[in-house]
């Protein structure tokens, strides 16, 4: 067994019970007692969102099964490329009738390799990427199938009005960038 010092509710490294149940009752004090106080009555406490650009980028009927179409979202940067597909299957975020069009930023998330132009139909999949082959399961949302990377491609929200696509948002973050809507350099 270790011994430790006190220094400030850490032992050696490790926290204290009285430590840890004091912050954590800190925690739990500022998020159930902070609304309902004088000048929080009433009013939701904002989250910081994201005013993403609302473009045109296709039209239903103009898609073909599995033939994916590319498209710069929400800047014409490179790292701003982005395919639109109809899967032919029903897919996490799909829109249309049979909720199969999905659209994806083109950049593998592990290393930014440009990988629009490697979409694999029998496994509604893009990739692998070039680098160091990594897949990405465009039916879930963009999980990681294999590879080296760790998050998610990051997904193009869809609206449909009539039979005209629009991009809305992002879910995820562009390889490369701190902020989705700052052109990186």
């Known amino acids: 067994m270790a011994t430790?010092?006190?220094?400030?509710?850490f032992q050696g490294g490790c926290m204290t019970r009285r430590a840890f149940l004091f912050r954590g009752g800190a925690a739990a004090v500022s998020t159930v007692v902070l609304p309902i106080l004088p000048g929080f009555a009433?009013?939701?406490?904002?989250?910081?969102?994201?005013?993403?650009?609302r473009m045109k980028i296709g039209r239903l009927?103009?898609?073909?099964?599995?033939?994916?179409?590319?498209?710069?979202?929400?800047?014409?940067?490179?790292?701003?490329?982005?395919i639109l597909v109809k899967l032919g299957v029903p897919a996490g975020g799909g829109?249309?009738?049979?909720?199969?069009?999905?659209?994806?930023?083109g950049q593998c998330t592990h290393m930014g390799a440009p990988m629009s132009g490697n979409y694999q139909p029998e496994h509604k999949a893009l990739g692998a990427c070039a680098f160091h082959q990594t897949s990405f399961d465009l039916?879930?949302?963009g999980i990681v199938i294999a590879g080296h990377a760790t998050e998610s491609l990051p997904q193009v929200l869809l609206e449909l009005k009539g039979d005209d696509i629009y991009a809305v948002g992002l879910l995820g973050l562009i390889y490369g960038r701190?902020?989705?809507?700052?052109a990186k350099a």
């Open 4 to 9: 430790c010092k006190n220094d400030g509710g």
């Open 42 to 53: 009433g009013k939701a406490l904002a989250a910081q969102v994201a005013r993403y650009p």
């Open 61 to 82: 009927s103009a898609l073909v099964t599995d033939k994916p179409v590319v498209f710069s979202y929400p800047d014409k940067s490179p790292s701003a490329q982005s």
């Open 95 to 105: 829109i249309g009738p049979a909720e199969d069009v999905v659209a994806f930023n």
């Open 139 to 141: 039916r879930r949302h």
């Open 178 to 182: 701190h902020d989705n809507l700052a």
